[in-house]
């Protein structure tokens, strides 16, 4: 008969300790021994697990109120700007933000050594973090300035609220302009020097569930060492895009929007990142467990290396141009295996994600759900998926508000 | 006797153009490898350079070098790999000449082998956790 689970059902076998989880690779040789019937009968919950710089993130922070009150213009922590055109002593701050006083590009290649990621770094890292506010001062919000130091411990709530994390699949970045240039895929070599990718393949959350049958809005994730939500699909889910036969996109495709608690992440796992060229970023870790509540959510967790496409981008031209040419896919166990082949040519690649990192999410997460202490949600609403319409827009340019 | 060692060639803006290390291949017979260079039009420039050959032709070059206005001096700077910073994402690994930053497999982790590391300081614009550093 074939195999069917409910969340409830596994939650229980966590609750009791019994639960069989594996991780995302791990599964795949247990399919192959025991085959898929069999393997979908023993096994719970499968991991997955991705680090990997992920610019669309940030924190929403309440620093509390002063004495006197003040309804926050502009907030700098250790110089770099917060956005707080919402309430009085609420704001948030975007992980590629930059000090101002930041040469940028003008000495190029910028090095971008302090950024938001790196403010989020520090205050998960619970070190002292200078903030600076000034106001235009109102009745109820007398006050105009202050100056003074927080910890993460200080402060009412910080909510990291990354509206952009996990894509699915990703571009592999090439050069081939006659000189180096610097991407958010990192520093690429003349001439095909070198291939820059990301994603962290076979262990990748979304590659594992190319539907989005079980990863849904409510799922409880692993996000930067603590305990965090999918609060939404992530902006510029493409789920439309083309497959291959067995399901995985051939582009970019899902993302998700995660929600957590920051106060209980760890900077191993949620760190500033700096790109020559480019600018400021975030890493993030995060892990997602998959049901398995059939067969078929079993068959995809068996996702290897080898089966993952991905898109080929000439980061010299067709990306600045947005043409959105693809000159070739590779395959991840290619680029993960140090180097590719394009024309003839062996292009060494160069990694963005960390899948030595990944690695360990997963297995912390396996440890926490063995333990009982991490139980499966089940969402409250499925992401928009391949059958969903959503086609991604392009911004065109206007004349007279059209 | 022979001799080969690593040295940093320091060029001042007027003698970036001069042919400086052809004289030193074509006049004193040396043998050239350059690990890393950064030559501008009118800008300072430098060049790290493995020169070896015969120990009096070796020192007749580094004669020539002086007199002709370049600073030389040893490649003494290290890289320090800081382990605890590394996110191990292996981008580094791919710059490195020499594979003193390598991944792993399949446990894709970075190691460093200061042993093999030349100081050519590939490593440290690549590295997005700014885990490596040169000290001098």
């Known amino acids: 008969m074939a195999v069917q689970k409910t969340f409830e059902e596994i939650n229980e076998k966590i609750k009791k300790g019994t639960a069989v989880v594996v991780t995302a ?10 085959g898929a019937s069999e393997a979908a009968r023993q096994v719970d919950v499968v991991t997955t697990a991705t680090f990997g710089t992920m610019c669309s993130s940030g924190v929403f922070l309440n620093f509390g109120h002063s004495r006197p009150r003040i309804k926050m213009k502009r907030v700098y922590l250790n110089g770099v700007p917060a956005y707080t055109g919402i309430a009085a002593v609420d704001a948030y701050l975007g992980a590629t933000e930059l000090p101002e006083s930041d040469p940028e590009n003008r000495l190029h290649p910028g090095r971008f050594l302090y950024g938001g990621g790196h403010v989020i770094e520090d205050l998960v890292a619970r070190r002292p973090v200078k903030l600076e506010a000034s106001a235009y001062g109102t009745d109820c919000y007398p006050r105009r300035h202050i100056e003074t130091w927080i910890t993460l411990d200080d402060i009412n709530e910080a909510i990291l609220f990354n509206p952009r994390n996990a894509y699915q ?25 070198n291939a820059g990718y990301a994603t962290c393949g076979q262990l990748s959350p979304l590659l594992n569930d190319p539907y989005y049958r079980t990863i849904g809005i409510g799922t409880r994730i692993f996000l930067g060492g603590g305990i965090g939500y999918v609060a939404w699909h992530g902006t510029q889910h493409n789920p439309g895009v083309p497959r291959s036969a067995n399901g995985l996109p051939l582009t970019g495709a899902g993302t998700l929007a995660v929600i957590g608690d920051l106060k209980q992440m760890k900077p191993e796992w949620l760190r500033g990142t700096s790109f020559a060229g480019y600018g400021a970023s975030l890493a993030v870790g995060i892990g997602i467990p998959i049901p398995i509540l059939d067969e078929e959510i079993l068959l995809y967790t068996t996702v290897r290396d080898e089966d993952i496409l991905m898109p080929v981008v000439d980061y010299s031209r067709a990306y ?16 993960r295996s140090g180097k590719v082949e394009f024309d003839g040519k062996e292009v060494p690649t160069t990694p963005l994600s960390s899948y030595y990192k990944a690695r360990q999410i997963a297995e912390i997460l396996k440890d926490w759900i063995k333990s009982g202490k991490f139980l499966l949600t089940q969402p409250v609403e499925r992401l928009p998926g391949a059958e969903s319409g959503i086609v991604l827009k392009g911004l065109t340019e206007q004349r007279n508000g059209g | 006797m022979l001799v080969a060692n690593k040295v940093v060639l320091r060029f001042t803006p007027t003698l970036v153009d001069k042919p400086i290390i052809y004289r030193l291949v074509k006049d004193y017979d040396l043998v050239i490898n350059i690990l890393k260079a950064d030559i501008n039009p009118s800008q300072e420039g430098f060049v790290v350079l493995e020169i070896s050959g015969d120990s009096e032709s070796y020192n007749k070059g580094l004669e020539y070098l002086r007199s002709a206005g370049v600073r030389v001096e040893p490649l003494s700077g290290t890289i320090v790999w800081n382990r605890e910073q590394c996110l191990h994402c292996g981008a580094c690994t791919s710059f490195c000449p020499t594979g003193a930053l390598y991944l792993k497999r399949p446990e894709m982790e970075v190691c460093f082998d200061g042993s093999k590391c030349i100081v050519c300081q590939s490593c440290l614009d690549v590295c997005i956790a700014r885990a490596v550093e040169v000290k001098l």
């Open chain 1, 169 to 193: 699949n990703y571009n592999v970045a090439v050069n081939l302009s006659s000189r180096t240039i610097y991407t958010y895929m990192g520093v690429l070599k003349p001439n095909l020097g």
């Open chain 1, 320 to 335: 600045p141009e947005n043409t959105g040419e693809i000159l070739c896919h590779v395959s991840y166990a290619e680029l």
């Open chain 1, 25 to 34: 690779e791990g599964i795949i040789d247990l399919v192959r021994e025991k």
